[in-house]
């Protein structure tokens, strides 16, 4: 079984969600006419840009989002190439709900929002401006492919990837906006240790907004169940690319034909 999935290495324009949302259609328009991915992968709140000063700055760029009626203006236009082009895309958004925001990210798979994960882990300053996510952990399947979602910090907390595989997913998609420099590496054990797939997108460059500043650290890659690392990107400049993985070598946990990873835990010795 073979699924092309290409990752995007993106710098958004701050607060410039229409700008941003024409970017990401280009680039688009741009790897379908040089390749044939099946799914795309955008950064973590690569419509809105990352650096706030404020609750009334996230919310000029945040929206809300739904998956029963599939219809979301903000999206629209994602949707449309998605369905037009019977393709997936994955990647982060700033998600209104009443009065609160979560830091989120969707898959839209042929013209349909099937999925909305809202990051369970906030980091620094986000704890200022954003819930921590109430959906939980969630595998979703696509083209026959089981895909699990976490959102950049998420990366730290081994349960997360770990949650992931035992729910089932194959591949993990995982937009980011790193500016610790440890994901990359770290992220060789968490596909050997749960035998997945993860695809982290990553931004790069510098953000000012006043006295606020981030900088990103790219690196954007692809990681097997066995630990290669299949596709890699450098730590500046934007990039597309994709490769072909086989999402079933996810499915095999034997490390040996005597060991494997799931069947051998002792969950009564963990805390």
Same mark, same amino acid.
């Given at each position: ?10 710098k958004?324009?701050l607060f410039?969600?229409?700008g %941003?949302?024409?970017k990401a259609? =280009?680039?688009?328009?741009?790897i379908i006419t040089s390749?044939?991915p ?5 950064p ?13 700055e996230l919310?000029?760029v945040s929206?809300?989002i739904?998956i029963?009626?599939g219809?979301?203006e903000?999206?629209?236009?994602l949707?449309?190439?998605?369905k ?13 709900d ?5 830091n989120?990210s969707f ?8 999925a ?5 882990h906030?980091f620094?300053d986000?704890?200022?401006?954003f819930?921590?996510?109430?959906t939980?952990?969630q595998?979703?399947e696509y %083209? =026959? ?6 959102i950049c910090f998420d990366w730290?907390?081994?349960e997360s990837?770990r ?6 997913s194959?591949?993990?998609?995982h937009?980011? %906006? ?9 992220m060789?054990a968490r *596909?050997?240790? =749960?035998?997945?797939f993860? *695809?982290?997108? %990553?931004?790069?460059g510098?953000?000012v ?22 596709l890699t990107?450098?730590?500046?400049g934007?990039?597309f690319?994709s490769?072909k ?5 996810a499915?095999?946990k ?8 799931f069947k051998?835990?002792r ?5």
């Amino acid at each position: 079984m073979q699924l092309e999935i290409a990752i995007v290495q993106f710098k958004p324009t701050l607060f410039d969600i229409k700008g %941003n949302l024409q970017k990401a259609i =280009n680039i688009i328009h741009e790897i379908i006419t040089s390749s044939n991915p099946k799914v795309i992968l955008f950064p973590e709140l690569f419509l809105s840009g990352y650096t706030f000063k404020d609750r009334k700055e996230l919310d000029a760029v945040s929206f809300p989002i739904s998956i029963q009626d599939g219809k979301n203006e903000s999206l629209a236009p994602l949707i449309d190439i998605s369905k037009k082009m019977s393709i997936g895309i994955s990647g982060g958004y700033s998600e209104k709900d009443g009065d609160l925001f979560y830091n989120s990210s969707f898959f839209i798979g042929d013209g349909q929002i099937i999925a909305n994960y809202r990051k369970t882990h906030l980091f620094h300053d986000e704890n200022d401006y954003f819930q921590p996510g109430d959906t939980g952990f969630q595998v979703f399947e696509y %083209n =026959n492919v089981k895909f699990g979602m976490m959102i950049c910090f998420d990366w730290i907390f081994p349960e997360s990837a770990r949650t992931l595989a035992l729910m089932g997913s194959e591949v993990i998609l995982h937009p980011a %906006n790193l500016v610790l420099p440890f994901c990359q590496r770290a992220m060789y054990a968490r *596909a050997i240790e =749960n035998r997945v797939f993860i *695809a982290t997108a %990553n931004r790069v460059g510098k953000e000012v907004n006043g006295k606020y500043e981030n900088s990103f650290t790219g690196g954007s890659q692809i990681v097997s169940p066995r630990g290669e690392y299949i596709l890699t990107m450098n730590e500046d400049g934007e990039y597309f690319s994709s490769v072909k993985i086989d999402p079933t070598e996810a499915d095999d946990k034997n490390i040996t034909e005597k060991s494997n990873l799931f069947k051998a835990r002792r969950e009564e010795f963990y805390r």
